[in-house]
């Protein structure tokens, strides 16, 4: 199952289209166009952490762990900064955000103001699910943190799974977005989103 599909099934979707003001129908949309970014960000960060999975289990554990998943879907209003700092974390620039939202924006026909919106509480789902699944990214737990590796795989389409994730629109746009191949949409984003700032 895609992360789009559990995000609907916990009602987390239902949750950022009540906040956002639109049709769940339009929420579903925007994630299934952010969402590989946003994971492409985390699978670059975990490459990027000396320890691998286990530095980014930490590092999901410090953005605010599992309470991010339930930060959004709470009756309260979602604490976005939380999901900004994600962002500053997987992404480094507003530029990238903004050349992500661009390109969902292209690819769904959504405005992309509502969609930048939308990438800040998305990032906090993720990085909540993330957690939960993870063990909450305690050393302790290596085998939740061996989980971890397999739900990014999974959700990005490796670990062996690749054949059903293009079904759930995800691996549809990631690959889409992923002009190099290297199964990583991110850097291929963040080279357009340098060649616009030259």
């Known amino acids: ?97 903004r050349s992500v939202a661009g390109h969902a924006a292209q690819q769904t026909g959504i405005d992309p103001s509502l969609l930048k919106q939308m990438l800040p509480i998305l990032a906090m789902l993720a990085a909540g699910y993330m957690a939960k699944q993870g063990g909450g990214g305690q050393a302790s737990s290596s085998g939740g943190l061996g989980g971890l590796g397999g739900l990014l795989g999974g959700l990005l389409g490796g670990g062996g799974q690749s054949a059903q994730t293009p079904a759930g629109g995800m691996g549809g746009l990631g690959s889409l977005l992923d002009m190099d191949g290297d199964g990583n949409p991110l850097d291929d984003i963040i080279g357009m989103a340098g060649k616009m700032m030259r």
């Open 1 to 97: 199952m895609d992360l789009t599909s559990i995000l609907t099934q916990s009602g987390a979707i239902g949750a950022i289209a009540q906040q956002l003001g639109v049709n769940e129908q339009v929420a579903k949309m925007g994630a299934e166009a952010l969402l590989p970014s946003i994971l492409g960000g985390f699978k670059k960060q975990a490459q990027a952490q000396p320890t691998g999975l286990e530095g980014l289990g930490g590092l999901l554990g410090q953005l605010g762990g599992g309470g991010l998943f339930d930060s959004v879907v709470s009756a309260d209003p979602t604490p976005v900064e939380q999901g900004n700092n994600i962002l500053g974390q997987i992404f480094g620039s507003k530029d990238v955000s």
